[in-house]
C-alpha cells in the first residue's frame, strides 16, 4: 500500500484497517528488497499529519529482533506497542524500524492509529512505500510488500493489532434474526474466552480457556455503537483456566480445567463490593484438558449443582451415591484394539459423566455416563437433560466410528463410550442411543431458548455449538413417549466461527455466544429477533403417560429405594419403549440381585426374560452362569421378535464378559446352540454371533465368516453435507478421503473379529482373510483407520503357529490386487441407495446418457466379473443382456441392492459342513477324482477349493447370494443412470436412452 501522507481523506484500502468493522485477516508486511546481501538493516517511512491529535498508537513487531524511533527518538524494543500522542509534530514525521535476522532478510510489520480532535481516524500501515537500507549503507531501496508473511502467525505479533474476527454481514441466521458484534477480546491481554455465565444482574461472566476471568456489561438492545456501549472488566480472582461457570446461591461457581487446583471452586463477593474475593476448592477432579472436567448447571429444583466431565477425568475419589448400581465395565467379549495412535489408551469406563452435589460441593451423585467427551449440558423446561457428544475423527471409516450426537440423558443412562475400537454399537441393550445423530464436529456450548425473546420453536430447541466447522444447531425436540423426537436445523454458522459457549439472557431476551477457544481470536455476539411472530414464554410441554411412568421409575434408582422396587419396576421390563425398559431394569439392578434372582431365571416373557437375564449378567453371583446359560438357552432365536434378536445376543455376552468363560465342554454346548443361526440377513446380529462364536472357539467361525465378507457389499453410509465440510476444509479431509474410497465397514467388523479366532481354519481360508488385507490398503479413512488395519492384522498373525506360514500370509496381507485395465473410477460420493430411490431416478432420468461412461461404470462395479453381457463376462451369474425385456428398473434395482430375495438354484452357494465341523461355503463346480470342485470366491471364479466327497457329512443351501449387496453405492447419481441405460441398451450405443430426445 502506497502511502505518501496521514490525512483525513483516506483511500478505501487505508480505511480497511482503520475501521474495525472491515480488519482484513492478514497482515501486511515489509520485506527487505530481494538481494539483500545482509540480515539487519533500518526500515522507514515518511508521513505528514495535520490536525489536532487526540490519540496516536503504534504497534509494530519484526521478524525476529528489532527497535523503533520516531523522529528520532528510540521507543522500545519489538515487539511492542507505544503511545505516540505526545511524540508525533505537525508536518512531516519519520518512523524508522531498526531489524535484523538471523537467517532471513528483514520483515516487519507495523501499524499507526491516529485519532484526531474532530473524530477523524487516520491509519499508516506497513507494505509498499516504506524503504529499507541494509547495515553500512546510506542507499535507501524500496521495500516488497507480503501478505500473511511467515512470521504473522505468532501469537506475539498477531495479538499487537486490533483484533480481526467475523463480521455480523458474513454470519448466516434465520429469516428475521440479527447477530451484533459486542466485543472484540484482545488476545495478548485476555486470551480466548471457553465459558459463559449470567450473574443476577445480567452480566457476562467470561473465562479465557488459559487465563482469568472477565465480566462483560452488554451493549443495550437498540444501541447506536453496541461494541462501544459494550463495557469489559477485569475480574482479579486469582482463578485461571476454567471452562465452567455458574452464579448460584449467590456465589460464582467455577470448574478448573487447566493449571493447579482443577475441579470446583466457590468464589464469593464476602464485602458486597463487586470483587470474588473468597475462593473455597470444593471438589478436587483428576483430569485436565478438552476432555477434563467441563461445565455446570443448576438443578430445575434449585438444590443441586450438576456438572460434566469428558473421558479423561477419573471419577471422584469419594462418590455417595450412583444413581442405579455401580457396575459400569468394559464388557468387551474379546480383546479391543486401543486407538492406534495411543488416545485414550488405558482409560476404561465410566468415560465422561454427570454427576451432581449440594452447594458446599459435598452429597456427590453420579447420575449418568459413558460419553465420550459432552463438553456442555443443559435441562429443557421439562426437567430432562440433554447433551452434545463429541465423536473421534480419526475412527472415520471404521464400524466402530460414533458421530457426534445429541444424547437424553436420564437417570442412570450408560452411553457406551468405550476407548478404542472398543465404542459399543447403539443397539446394546444394557446402553442408550442418541437422540439424535449429528455428524462430524466438536462439540462445545450448548444451552435451551428458555427466556429467549425468539418465537415458540425456538424457545423450547436445544442449541449446541459445533467449534469445527462454526456452526451453533437448533435442535427441534418433541416428546416421544418416554423420550423425544429430534430435527436438526442450523440457527448459526460462518467461517471461521469457533464456537464455544451459548447462553441465554432473560433481561433482553438474546442469545449471547463466544468464539475462541485453542488461543483462537475471541469475540462476543448477540442474536435477536426482529420478525413479527409471537415471543411469548412457552410452557413446559405436556408428557406423554410414558414419559411420566419413566420419570416415576427413576425414583426408584436412589439411595433408599426398598425391595418393593423390584415388584414395581418389574412389569415394566416388558414394555415396548426403551427408555421405560432401561429405567425398569436399573431400578431393578439397585437391589441385591438375591431377593430377584430366580424370579429372572423363571421368567416367561420373552421380552422381560431378556432384560432380567441381562440384569443378572451384570449384577448377579457369579454362581448363577450356569442358570443364566440354561435359561437363555430356552429363548429360541428365531421365535422370538426380531426386535429382541441383539439384545437376547447382549445378554450371552454378558453372561460371559461379566461371570467368565466356561469349561471347553460348555462353550461346545452353547457353540452348538448358535452355530446354526449364523450368518442372519442382518449386519448387525451376525457382528455379535460372530464374536460368540470365535469367543466360544467354534470351528464353524472362520469358514462362515469369510463366505460372509466375499458376499458383503458397499455399506459405507456416512454422508455428511459437503457445505458443512467446506467449513473446515482441515478437518474435513478424512471425511472426504472416506467417502471417496467408501471402505466396507462391514467387512472391516467381521475381520476384526475373525483376528482373535483360533479354532476352524484351514490353510485356504487363512489365505483368502490375509489377501483380505491387501484389499483393505486402498480404503482411507481417519488418522487410526490405516494404523487399526495393521495392527488387526498383526493381532491375526499372532495366532498363527507355523513360521514358514506366518511368512506367506504376511506376504499376501501386503500384495494388493493390481488395477483393472483402462478402469475408470467413479467420481462419486456415493451413497447407500433405497430402491424406492433408483426407481425415482430413472423415472425421468434415462434419456441423454453417455454409453461409454455406462460401459465403464459396469466395468467398474465388476458385474463383467460374473455376469455374460453382449458377448462378454463371466458365467457365475445372469446373463445380463437381455435385461430390458426381463427387469423393470426396480426389479433390477432389487436385485443388485438385495441379491439375496430371490436366489436361482442355478447361482446358488451351498453350506458344506466336514467331518472336522468346520464348514466351506461355496458353489460346487463339479467333482474331480473323489473331490468336489467349490469355488469359495465369487471375485475369483477360476480358483476353487479341493474338498474331499468321503470328509462331506452335509451339504444345504447358503441361503445368500454369492453377489455382494449395494454394488451401486459407489456411484453418485449420474454415474448410476449411465449403467442403468448401459444395461437396458443390451451394449447398443444407438439405444435411445444415448441420443437427445426432442
Not at 451415591?321 to 495412535?341: F, I, M, Q, T, Y
Not at 423450547?460 to 430435527?487: C, Q, R, S
Not at 484351514?762 to 488418522?783: E, H, I, V, Y
Amino acid at each position: 500500500m502506497n502511502t505518501k501522507s496521514l490525512l483525513p481523506v483516506l483511500s478505501v484500502s487505508i480505511l480497511a484497517l482503520l475501521c474495525p468493522a472491515t480488519l482484513k485477516a492478514e497482515l501486511t508486511w515489509a520485506t527487505a528488497p530481494k538481494g539483500t546481501e545482509r540480515n539487519s538493516g533500518t526500515f522507514s517511512k515518511d508521513f505528514e499529519l495535520s490536525g489536532d491529535v487526540k490519540s496516536a498508537t503504534l504497534r509494530a513487531a519484526s521478524g525476529r529482533s528489532g527497535n523503533v524511533s520516531l523522529n528520532g527518538e528510540l521507543l522500545g524494543d519489538l515487539p511492542g506497542k507505544f503511545d505516540l500522542k505526545s511524540k508525533l509534530k505537525p508536518g512531516k514525521n519519520t518512523l524508522t524500524i531498526s531489524a535484523s535476522d538471523n537467517k532471513n532478510a528483514p520483515q516487519i510489520v507495523a501499524q499507526i492509529v491516529v485519532e484526531l480532535a474532530n473524530g477523524t481516524k487516520q491509519v499508516l500501515e506497513t507494505g509498499e512505500g516504506w524503504t529499507f537500507a541494509a547495515a553500512g549503507k546510506k542507499t535507501a531501496e524500496p521495500t516488497a510488500a507480503a501478505i500473511g508473511a511467515a512470521y504473522s502467525a505468532t501469537n506475539d505479533v498477531l495479538c499487537l493489532f486490533p483484533p480481526t474476527v467475523t463480521l455480523p454481514a458474513d454470519i448466516t441466521v434465520p429469516k428475521d434474526f440479527k447477530v451484533e458484534l459486542l466485543y472484540r477480546v484482545p488476545k495478548l491481554e485476555q486470551g480466548s474466552w471457553v465459558s459463559m455465565t449470567l450473574d443476577p444482574k445480567g452480566r457476562l461472566i467470561c473465562s479465557d480457556q488459559y487465563g482469568d476471568l472477565y465480566r462483560v456489561t452488554p451493549a443495550p438492545l437498540g444501541a447506536a455503537n453496541s461494541e462501544a456501549a459494550t463495557q469489559v472488566e477485569a475480574l482479579n480472582t486469582g482463578i485461571k483456566g476454567a471452562h465452567g461457570l455458574l452464579y448460584a446461591f449467590d456465589s460464582l461457581y467455577v470448574m478448573i480445567n487447566e493449571g493447579p487446583d482443577k475441579g470446583l471452586h466457590r468464589l464469593t463477593d464476602t464485602q458486597k463490593n463487586g470483587n470474588f474475593d473468597k475462593n473455597e476448592y470444593l471438589l478436587p477432579l483428576e483430569g485436565a484438558g478438552e476432555h477434563g472436567p467441563h461445565s455446570l448447571a443448576l438443578s430445575p429444583d434449585g438444590k443441586r449443582i450438576y456438572f460434566n466431565c469428558g473421558n479423561h477425568t477419573k471419577p471422584p475419589a469419594n462418590i455417595d451415591r450412583v444413581r442405579g448400581a455401580k457396575s459400569w465395565n468394559e464388557d468387551h467379549l474379546l480383546p479391543r484394539l486401543w486407538d492406534a495412535n495411543g488416545h485414550a489408551k488405558g482409560i476404561l469406563a465410566p468415560g465422561g459423566y454427570v454427576a451432581s452435589v449440594n452447594p458446599e460441593g459435598k452429597d456427590l451423585e453420579m447420575f449418568c455416563y459413558g460419553y465420550r467427551n459432552e463438553f456442555d449440558f443443559a435441562f429443557n423446561l421439562n426437567g430432562d437433560i440433554f447433551t452434545y457428544d463429541a465423536d473421534m475423527e480419526w475412527d472415520i471409516g471404521t464400524p466402530w466410528y460414533r458421530p457426534t450426537r445429541i444424547n437424553q440423558s436420564p437417570s442412570g443412562g450408560e452411553f457406551g463410550w468405550r476407548s478404542g475400537a472398543g465404542k459399543w454399537p447403539a443397539y446394546y441393550a444394557d446402553s442408550l442411543p442418541a437422540t439424535l445423530d449429528i455428524g462430524p464436529g466438536s462439540p462445545t456450548g450448548v444451552t435451551f431458548g428458555t427466556g429467549a425473546k425468539f418465537p415458540a420453536k425456538y424457545q423450547t430447541a436445544f442449541f449446541a455449538n459445533d467449534w469445527t466447522y462454526g456452526t451453533m444447531y437448533a435442535i427441534m425436540l418433541k416428546p416421544d413417549g418416554a423420550g423425544y423426537k429430534a430435527e436438526k436445523t442450523e440457527f448459526v454458522s460462518g467461517k471461521p466461527l469457533s464456537v464455544t459457549d451459548v447462553v441465554i439472557r432473560p433481561q433482553d431476551g438474546a442469545l449471547y455466544f463466544a468464539v475462541g477457544g485453542r488461543r483462537n481470536q475471541s469475540a462476543l455476539y448477540r442474536v435477536i429477533y426482529t420478525g413479527a411472530e409471537s415471543t411469548s414464554a412457552v410452557q413446559p410441554d405436556k408428557l406423554p403417560k410414558d414419559a411420566i411412568l419413566r420419570r416415576q421409575l427413576e425414583t426408584l434408582h436412589v439411595d433408599g429405594a426398598g425391595p418393593e422396587s423390584v415388584s414395581t419396576a418389574w412389569p415394566h421390563l416388558s414394555h415396548s419403549d426403551r427408555f421405560v425398559r432401561f429405567a425398569a431394569r436399573v431400578a431393578v439392578e439397585k437391589q441385591p440381585s438375591a431377593i430377584w434372582a430366580e424370579k429372572a431365571l423363571s421368567e416367561k416373557n420373552p421380552q422381560a426374560a431378556v432384560e432380567a437375564l441381562i440384569a443378572l449378567a451384570r449384577v448377579g453371583d457369579v454362581s448363577l452362569q450356569p442358570k443364566l446359560i440354561s435359561a437363555l438357552s430356552r429363548l429360541e432365536y428365531l421365535k422370538v421378535d426380531r426386535t429382541l434378536r441383539l439384545p437376547l445376543l447382549r445378554a450371552w455376552q454378558l453372561a460371559f464378559t461379566r461371570m467368565g468363560k466356561p469349561a471347553p465342554e460348555i462353550c461346545a454346548q452353547v457353540a452348538k446352540h448358535l452355530e446354526p443361526l449364523f450368518p442372519q440377513p442382518n449386519i448387525f446380529e451376525n457382528n455379535e454371533l460372530l464374536q460368540l462364536l470365535v469367543f466360544l472357539d467354534s470351528p464353524q467361525a472362520p469358514s462362515k465368516a469369510i463366505a460372509l465378507m466375499q458376499t458383503m457389499g458397499d455399506d459405507y453410509d456416512e454422508n455428511t453435507d459437503g457445505t458443512l465440510l467446506d467449513r473446515n476444509s482441515s478437518y474435513a479431509t478424512a471425511f472426504k478421503a472416506a467417502g471417496n474410497s467408501r471402505p466396507n465397514k462391514g467387512q472391516i467388523a467381521l475381520a476384526y473379529t475373525l483376528r482373535n479366532a483360533t479354532a476352524g481354519w484351514t490353510p485356504d481360508l487363512r489365505k483368502t482373510f490375509f489377501s483380505w488385507f491387501a484389499k483393505s490398503t486402498q480404503w482411507k479413512g481417519g488418522n487410526s483407520f490405516a494404523k487399526f488395519l495393521i495392527n488387526m492384522k498383526n493381532d491375526a498373525l499372532s495366532t498363527v503357529g507355523d513360521a514358514a506360514e506366518k511368512a506367506t500370509l504376511e506376504e499376501l496381507s501386503k500384495t494388493a490386487p493390481a488395477p483393472l485395465a483402462n478402469l475408470v473410477l467413479p467420481k462419486g460420493p456415493g451413497r447407500v441407495y433405497t430402491i424406492d430411490e433408483v426407481v425415482a431416478l430413472a423415472k425421468d432420468g434415462l434419456k441423454n446418457r453417455n454409453f461409454e461412461h455406462g460401459k465403464a461404470m459396469y466395468a467398474t462395479t465388476q458385474c463383467a466379473t460374473c455376469h455374460h453381457f453382449a458377448n462378454d463376462g463371466g458365467n457365475i451369474g445372469p446373463d445380463l443382456t437381455g435385461s430390458a425385456s426381463r427387469y423393470s428398473v426396480r426389479d433390477l434395482a432389487e436385485s443388485i441392492l438385495d441379491p439375496s430375495k430371490v436366489i436361482s438354484d442355478q447361482y446358488a452357494f451351498q453350506e458344506i459342513t466336514l467331518r472336522d465341523g468346520s464348514l466351506v461355503t461355496g458353489r460346487i463346480l463339479g467333482e474331480q477324482n473323489g473331490k468336489f470342485q467349490v469355488m469359495t470366491n465369487p471375485f475369483a471364479p477360476d480358483v476353487s477349493a479341493q474338498v474331499p466327497v468321503g470328509d462331506v457329512v452335509s451339504r444345504k443351501d447358503y441361503g445368500i447370494s454369492p453377489m455382494p449387496p449395494g454394488l451401486i453405492n459407489m456411484l453418485n447419481p449420474d454415474e448410476l443412470l449411465d449403467l442403468i441405460a448401459y444395461l437396458f441398451s443390451g451394449g447398443d450405443k444407438n439405444n435411445k436412452a444415448f441420443t437427445s430426445q426432442n
